[in-house]
């Protein structure tokens, strides 16, 4: 049976509110019966004292020993005691405060505000505020802002429920409850199902991994196994923690809330595809391109540039030839993907990638007609899929200034048609990202195979992908989560 506490050192603490049986002391939180933590128990940590050994820390410490899900977790404690630990998480939310409007007029220096489970009495700061939650999940953050040449956080700390006054009382008591009805009652649906699984997706992503034809199957499919599939976004970070499993159906990145997502969901002990290990190996090409050249798996020649002197140009030209393709580390989709003709454009080329990353991938140009996917889950080959480039162009996708993108066409042969060769080389370099699920893009060129990349997060449409199976496409990813969440359920707590 799950549980639901708020702990407070002391219950005239708590004076203000009104009473309720989930608000216990810190006493009685430690006295809890032992089964008091075998359904799913929430905390949420009010203490007062966060410093290492105080009452505070203890709570949450306890709360993480017992099973139970607690905000903040010690983690969020540590980090915040020191800037050089918290400041790491700023990156982007800095950014966000250049455009920090407050009221006309307005010449103060600093601001000192406060913000209760993600929002802020300041409407300015409501985005900062939610921002702030997500990377520091903490009932009640005090907050100071400075400015010198813009707006910056020169300080983060925990505040105190008993140091509220007034309106800041009535502030939290509000936050609280819109948290707690958010975040952790649990929907009445979810009981005929074993599992519950979160699917992060964003509708208004362009190029998403699955379109809605295909997320609905997925959804269909978990039905099926008794798994209840979630669609969740990036406002529900917290959520994770009620879910068993999260599929990642979304680009991802390492600077982005996806790789945030894949990080918690497996620190709470979730199945996650794509896992952050995953993550941090496919979406960097760099890290991928001496990965692959490392354990033999053939790939285009292939240089790593950090300059653009002309010593590196002459070399460039020399081993790889021309045309040669140029390619940031993080692109994705064809974007960020130059194919440079000659000696002359190849400069201004390497200098325009160069500005968003200090190196940059130049390939050797192989020209095919289509590029292979195969799709490969649990080391084993899943389906595979031809893409075929766009007419009159050498990729698969053309992106032309903010227009749709185009796409050339496609086939989805059985997998048993897929010539060998190409099946070898591509469960070879899925093996050394991981075991979950991958889809490994070739090219084939007479006896010549080769691998271009593999993603962490590769497609799957309706229509497209599932063409040659069908329903039984995701039933075979559904059904994997299932093993693994049986696996994880058999395992001794």
């Known amino acids: 049976m799950a549980g639901f506490y708020v702990v407070v050192d002391d219950l005239e603490d708590w004076a203000p509110y009104f009473p309720s049986r989930d608000v216990i002391s810190f006493e009685q939180y430690m006295a809890l019966p032992e089964d008091a933590g075998k359904g799913r128990t929430r905390v949420i940590n009010c203490c007062r004292n966060s410093r290492a050994l105080g009452r505070g820390y203890y ?58 489970f993600g929002e802020s009495d300041v409407p300015q700061l409501g985005a900062l505020a939610r921002q702030l939650f997500d990377r520091f999940p903490i009932p009640l953050l005090e907050v100071r802002l400075k400015r010198e040449r813009g707006w910056h956080i020169q300080r983060i700390r ?9 309106e800041e009382q009535d502030i939290f008591a509000q936050a609280l409850d819109r948290f707690s ?34 997320i609905a199957r997925f959804v269909r499919a978990g039905k099926r196994l008794g798994i209840n599939v979630q669609l969740i976004g990036k406002q529900d970070y917290q959520r994770l923690a009620e879910y068993d499993a999260l599929f990642i159906r979304e680009t991802t990145s390492i600077d982005h809330h996806t790789y945030r997502f894949a990080r918690k969901a497996e620190a709470e002990g979730l199945v996650v595809m794509d896992d952050p290990t995953s993550i941090l190996r496919c979406t960097n090409k760099v890290y991928l391109a001496d990965l692959l050249r490392t354990h033999r798996v053939p790939t285009p020649k292939t240089q790593i540039l950090s300059d653009s002197s002309a010593q590196t140009l002459e070399s460039v030209i020399a081993e ?12 994705s989709f064809s974007r960020g993907v130059i194919k440079v003709e000659t000696a002359e454009a190849l400069p201004q080329a390497l200098k325009q990638l160069r500005q968003n990353s200090s190196l940059v991938l130049a390939q050797e140009f192989m020209y095919t007609d289509y590029d ?43 997998t048993w048609e897929v010539p060998r060769k190409v099946l070898d080389v591509a469960l070879k370099a899925a093996r050394l990202i991981g075991d979950g699920f991958y889809g490994v893009d070739i090219k084939q060129s007479g006896d010549r195979v080769v691998v271009i990349e593999v993603n962490d997060n590769p497609s799957i449409d309706s229509d497209v992908e599932d063409l040659q199976l069908g329903g039984a496409l995701y ?19």
């Open 59 to 116: 709570c949450s410490l306890l709360a993480e020993a017992r099973g139970h899900n607690v905000i903040p977790s010690v983690q969020v404690m540590n980090d915040l005691r020191r800037k050089s630990l918290w400041s790491l998480e700023l990156e982007g939310v800095e950014a966000a405060l250049d455009k920090l409007a407050l009221a006309e007029g307005d010449v103060r220096e600093q601001i000192d505000v406060k913000i209760f």
């Open 158 to 166: 925990q505040g105190a429920l008993r140091d509220l006054k007034g």
């Open 181 to 214: 009805n958010r975040i952790w009652r649990k929907p009445r649906a979810r009981k005929q199902y074993r599992y519950d699984m979160a699917m992060l997706v964003n509708p208004k992503e362009k190029l998403p991994p699955s379109d809605r034809t295909a």
């Open 320 to 331: 790889l030839g021309l045309p040669v393709v140029l390619k940031i580390p993080d692109g």
């Open 372 to 414: 292979w996917r195969i799709g490969v889950l649990n080391n084993k080959p899943l389906y595979a899929c031809r893409y075929f480039m766009v007419q009159d162009h050498w990729q698969i996708y053309r992106h032309e200034g903010g227009n749709e993108p185009d796409s050339g066409g496609f086939d989805t042969p059985a």
């Open 475 to 493: 039933h075979e990813i559904m059904a994997e989560f299932l093993r693994r969440m049986e696996l994880k359920r058999q395992m001794p707590a």
